[in-house]
């Protein structure tokens, strides 16, 4: 008895351990919801935004201190983030000498944040040691439990202030698409995130929401047809009864309606920038586009791996006589290939869709969530600074891929 007990124990000791490692990986990423609690402060006169970077900072800190057992299947992510470093470094000497490229130490933290960050939440979370899967995804569960718990009150709060004129800006962003999916098995639920999100004002976040609804709606379709078809029917009927009580929400919408069927497109998009228009339709992402095309105009070759580190386009929204330089885009993809390039961005972008691919399961929420992070880094600048974002994509990786043997028997 004392020899099995004895070779029971570390087993049962080690898998409580990686059990609290991951937990305490989870309860760290819990403090993204500190930003959109410090935007209400802020709405309310009490300046601590500058603790949101601080708090960015916490976060990755506290989960590369996690790092576990390094290994030989890390050095590709050693030899990229080298790589990458090794091309900044060279920027930063040999293109700065030769031209304006409106230089900011100011933006030098941001680059490099940037193109550490990722890395070093990969080699994190991949060198964890193995673990059962119903305890990630028990502990991913857990996850999004908590974030729903602490958001829903602050969205409430936040709707009162806003309705009851104490705050007048109608929008607050709050990353829905890190946990909602865990929930989409509840059609209630789906409805409760879908008011509590328009609550909030925010075009971006229902519009991405929308799609990983509509990924994991596609899945139901096929397991579930007839129950499907119920809900549509519903669904269509509870818009079109609510529609005069959800006009109050939807006023952005209608006003972009109202704007969109107006706008002359004849010299394309890019034609309306700096109108009263595109910042209704866009909220001056257009014009970051429009920068960084000019920015790459008067310096052509640095398109291919990008601006040097500290770099800044000009940002101009003439409708309000503003002008100001920037190192990034809400663009996340046109943020990349501003500081890193297009074909660096170009392989990223590859490398993320084609793991996508492989491990595209609508019913999974794991996966969806993944599939929200690309789509939300379309409208905001999550991936180029967020280590909560980059956390989950490498749990989708470490945890959410299907193996060589799981791919064989799909075959």
């Not at 000791?13 to 990986?25: D, F, H, P, V």
């Not at 339709?281 to 640095?302: A, C, D, M, S």
């Not at 180029?384 to 791919?407: D, K, N």
Request: glycine content about 8%.
């Amino acid at each position: 008895m004392t020899e099995v007990t004895a070779n029971i124990t570390p087993t049962r000791g080690g898998k409580a351990l990686r059990m609290r490692r991951i937990r305490l990986i989870l309860a760290l990423c819990l403090l993204d919801v500190l930003a959109p609690i410090l935007v209400v402060l802020n709405y309310l006169g009490i300046e601590l935004l500058f603790l949101v970077n601080l708090n960015q900072l916490l976060i990755f800190g506290s989960v590369v201190a996690l790092t576990q057992s390094l290994s030989r299947k890390l050095l590709p992510i050693f030899f990229l983030a080298g790589l990458m470093l090794a091309i900044s470094i060279l920027k930063m000497f040999l293109l700065t000498s030769s031209g304006n490229y409106n230089f900011t130490g100011s933006a030098l933290g941001p680059y490099f944040f940037s193109l550490v960050m990722p890395f070093m939440i990969f080699i994190s979370i991949m060198s964890q040691r193995k673990v059962d899967l119903e305890v990630v995804h028990s502990e991913l569960y857990w996850f999004a439990k908590w974030y729903s718990l602490i958001v829903i009150p602050l969205v409430l709060i936040y709707a009162a202030l806003h309705f009851s004129g104490r705050i007048s800006y109608f929008g607050l962003g709050i990353n829905f698409h890190y946990f909602a999916p865990f929930f989409f098995q509840r059609y209630s639920h789906v409805l409760g995130f879908a008011i509590l999100i328009l609550l909030t004002g925010k075009r971006a976040v229902l519009l991405n929401y929308i799609v990983q609804f509509f990924f994991f709606f596609i899945g139901q379709i096929k397991r579930v047809p007839v129950k499907a078809f119920l809900v549509l029917i519903i669904a269509g009927v509870g818009i079109a009864v609510a529609s005069g009580s959800l006009s109050i929400l939807l006023r952005r919408f209608y006003l972009m309606y109202e704007v969109f069927r107006d706008v002359d497109f004849s010299d394309g998009l890019l034609g309306i920038a700096n109108s009263y228009q595109a910042i209704i339709l866009f909220g001056g992402r257009l014009e970051e586009v429009v920068g960084v095309i000019q920015y790459f105009t008067q310096h052509p070759n640095q398109i291919w791996l990008g601006s040097p580190p500290g770099a800044n386009f000009i940002w101009s929204v003439q409708q309000s006589d503003f002008e100001t330089l920037k190192s990034f885009t809400h663009f996340t993809w046109l943020g990349y290939i501003f500081r890193f390039g297009l074909l660096p961005t170009a392989f990223l972008i590859s490398f993320l869709l084609y793991i996508a691919t492989k491990g595209a399961d609508t019913n999974s929420p794991l996966w969806i969530v993944f599939l929200g992070l690309l789509t939300s880094a379309t409208f905001g600048a999550n991936l180029l600074y967020s280590p909560v974002a980059w956390t989950l994509i490498a749990f989708y990786v470490r945890y959410g891929l299907p193996t060589s043997s799981q791919m064989k028997g799909k075959l």
